[in-house]
């Protein structure tokens, strides 16, 4: 968010100020008080850093109940009140290194200016790292070891009596392990784990709920309920990583002991703690984290640096708002909010009619992103996403971005609601939605958009794995007529092609020796690349293997099917049913005259490939389409054959590329087979080829 130069202006300054602090308490309040934010963190932290400076630059603007200088101020509550007998606060925050540097030399500054000794030299500090986890903190109160009230942050002073629902967490213990003193209470973070919270959207996606926004507000929405046995539904979990009040017991004079003795006294601790006596070492730590934060599964969205020392906490002390003696260093945003231009819908290759915005371009989750799913028609409703709206979008790791909602406050007057088209964007046809189901689909077999999406996945690596027909080959040679299905790849006019600008003799040939080679491919890659609804590579390679042979899959019954180790009745009823589908028929019968390859089994067990080759030496001359000599190399050796440089009368095969010149005739004067590449792919394959 941009902000004005006002620095001439008082009164605009005092006036922008106001907007500010109201802003901040509206935002406060949706996220505290209703576990529904509004904006990304990333906003609120931009209206928090633009208030500060104006304050900095005007400090007769400070005042005592600026939130600035004081903690979220908490409003009607349907929980009891709990009194923290020790204040619970936030951390200060620093955005990249040079802040966090800051942070760490003010600390030492401050620690030399407070020396009572006159010991000389800078003053030793050991440093904590510890995963700043994105949920809600939480104070755990345990008497004689027994839990006995569990708290929200509330406004530092004052939280909310969680405790029914703290109950409800498998990993907050009842009571506590040996050791416990008479009071102690134990201030940590409940979180929804990632793969609990996919589960959770899962179901709700399937009774055609609103799905849930992101983990930490749905794990501060499960918290708060007012039926625990609501919470006890949603699978959240604590990690402990500070103390509150204690009495009696052990003291603990470190960071590092506080955390080792919560976790002896049977409390969950995150084992991703490290402790660093150089601050440069805190850095590169921190890009560690940032680089693996996705391994997790939970989310953080920094790293918390501690002093490690107690007694050392105790010189740096407070501020307002939160300690002097810790930092929180946010990790970039994985949300952040931009302006949606359009809704359009894609159509893929099955038909289906998937929702996306068009986005102003807003750099999230470490790339910039103009696009992002609203994944079917009803998310779309219930987010009542509109052009022209600022949204929140969400991109994290290699997960495609997606729209999460509207930022409600900033919709202009008089935005029309966005209408699901009710014909195909590509082919004009109707959309069609049937009763119960999510998706909307285009049921035109010959709309072009489908007809490229199945010609593009059967090139694709996983199925024919044809090199050099990318998506946007496939997209000239349908727009001209060139190909219609995917049987239409073998047999394209490459006379026609070789006369287009951008297509020499090379590389038309290049892309006819690749199709060439594609006609090997084992029965399972043909299977996979046909799209039959539900079979992905491993049902293709089971239906391979089982039946040995298309002639054979086709004539199999739907008991045969079922019959299969590892198929259900809803794939085998899907197999029966599209290989009885006349179109279908028409396409195999076209695949079949091309000269592909029906035969199986393929090989999926690792230990079966490793022996394949078992005795074989294989040279390799030449240059290959589909690989480079190294690769075509260690195929061989993969498989345990052998892959000697030069001819020999030991040698089993020659597989000869283009260009192979003098192997080639002592192959030829030894009576050794020459394999061509669709030879060669057979003899990857199947261990076998013709002689
Ligand atoms: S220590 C007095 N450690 O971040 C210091 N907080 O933005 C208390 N948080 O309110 C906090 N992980 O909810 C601490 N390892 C961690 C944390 C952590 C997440 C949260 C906590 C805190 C907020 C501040």
Not at 465 to 470: L, S
């Given at each position: 968010m941009d902000s004005p130069d006002y620095s001439r202006l008082p009164e605009q300054v005092a006036e922008r100020v106001g907007e500010l602090r109201a802003l901040i308490e509206y935002h406060d309040e949706r996220y505290h008080g209703a576990d529904s934010p509004e904006i990304p963190d990333v906003d609120y932290d931009a209206l928090m850093i633009e208030l500060r400076g104006l304050e900095r630059d005007h400090p007769q603007l400070v005042t005592p109940d600026s939130p600035t200088q004081r903690m979220y101020r908490a409003g009607q509550s349907t929980f009891d009140e709990v009194a923290h007998r020790v204040p619970m606060r936030s951390l200060d925050n620093a955005f990249n290194v040079d802040e966090l540097r800051a942070w760490s030399d003010r600390v030492l500054r401050r620690l030399t200016s407070e020396r009572k000794d006159d010991a000389g030299g800078a003053p030793k500090v050991t440093w904590v790292c510890e995963l700043k986890f994105d949920g809600l903190a939480v104070s755990v109160r345990y008497e004689a070891g027994v839990l006995v009230q569990a708290a929200t942050r509330g406004d530092g002073r004052f939280g909310e009596d969680v405790t029914a629902n703290v109950r409800t967490i498998d990993s907050v213990p009842e009571r506590l392990g040996d050791g416990a003193p008479s009071v102690v209470e134990v201030r940590g973070e409940v979180y929804l784990g990632l793969s609990a919270f996919t589960t959770l959207n899962a179901a709700q996606e399937a009774v055609g709920a609103k799905v849930y926004v992101n983990p930490r507000n749905t794990a501060a929405g499960s918290l708060r309920q007012k039926d625990a046995a609501v919470t006890a539904t949603r699978d959240l979990s604590f990690w402990a990583y500070q103390l509150g009040e204690v009495v009696g017991g052990l003291k603990p004079t470190s960071h590092l002991q506080t955390l080792g003795w919560l976790a002896d006294l049977g409390l969950p601790v995150d084992n991703h703690v490290a402790s660093f006596e150089s601050f440069d070492d805190v850095v590169t730590h921190i890009d560690a984290v940032e680089a693996s934060r996705h391994d997790l599964d939970f989310e953080i969205d920094g790293v918390v640096v501690k002093v490690d020392d107690l007694a050392t906490q105790e010189i740096l002390g407070f501020t307002a708002r939160a300690p002097r003696w810790a930092i929180a260093y946010k990790l970039p945003p994985e949300e952040r909010s931009t302006l949606l231009l359009d809704i359009e819908v894609s159509i893929g290759p099955g038909g289906q009619a998937t929702p996306f915005a068009r986005l102003e371009p807003v750099f999230v989750g470490g790339s910039t992103v103009t696009a992002a799913t609203l994944h079917n028609a009803d998310q779309v409703a219930i987010k009542d996403v509109r052009p022209g709206d600022v949204v929140v979008v969400r991109k994290a790791g290699d997960v495609i971005p997606e729209v999460l909602g509207p930022v409600l406050s900033e919709r202009p007057e008089n935005l029309a609601p966005w209408a699901f088209p009710t014909t195909c964007p590509a082919c004009n046809e109707p959309l069609i939605r049937s009763e119960g189901e999510a998706a909307t689909f285009c049921g035109n077999h010959a709309c072009p958009r489908q007809v490229r999406g199945r010609i593009e996945h059967f090139v694709s690596r996983g199925a024919m794995?044809?090199?050099?027909?990318?998506e946007q080959r496939v997209d000239l040679f349908v727009c001209e007529g060139l190909l219609e299905d995917v049987a239409g790849v073998f047999d394209l006019d490459y006379g026609r092609i070789i006369s287009w600008e951008g297509f020499g003799d090379t590389s038309v040939d290049k892309l006819r020796r690749a199709v060439e080679a594609s006609r090997g491919r084992p029965l399972g890659r043909l299977l996979f690349g046909l799209r039959i609804p539900h079979v992905g590579t491993t049902v293709a390679d089971l239906l391979a293997t089982a039946f040995g042979h298309l002639d054979l899959l086709e004539l199999a019954t739907i008991e045969e099917l079922e019959a299969v180790e590892g198929l259900g009745p809803v794939i085998a009823a899907s197999v029966h049913d599209w290989l009885r589908q006349p179109r279908n028929i028409d396409l195999l019968g076209r695949l079949r005259s091309a000269g592909v390859n029906l035969e199986g089994p393929t090989l999926n067990s690792g230990e079966e490939l490793a022996s394949l080759l078992a005795g074989m030496a294989v040279v390799v001359t030449g240059t290959l389409v589909g690989m480079s000599r190294d690769e075509a190399k260690a195929a061989i050796v993969a498989r345990g054959g052998k892959s000697p440089a030069s001819v020999s009368s030991k040698t089993t095969a020659l597989v000869a590329g283009e260009g192979g010149g003098s192997k080639r005739l002592k192959a030829e004067e030894l009576g050794i087979p020459i394999l061509d590449e669709v030879g060669f792919g057979r003899l990857l394959e199947q261990g076998e080829f013709l002689n």
């Open positions: 794995d044809i090199e050099g027909f990318g």
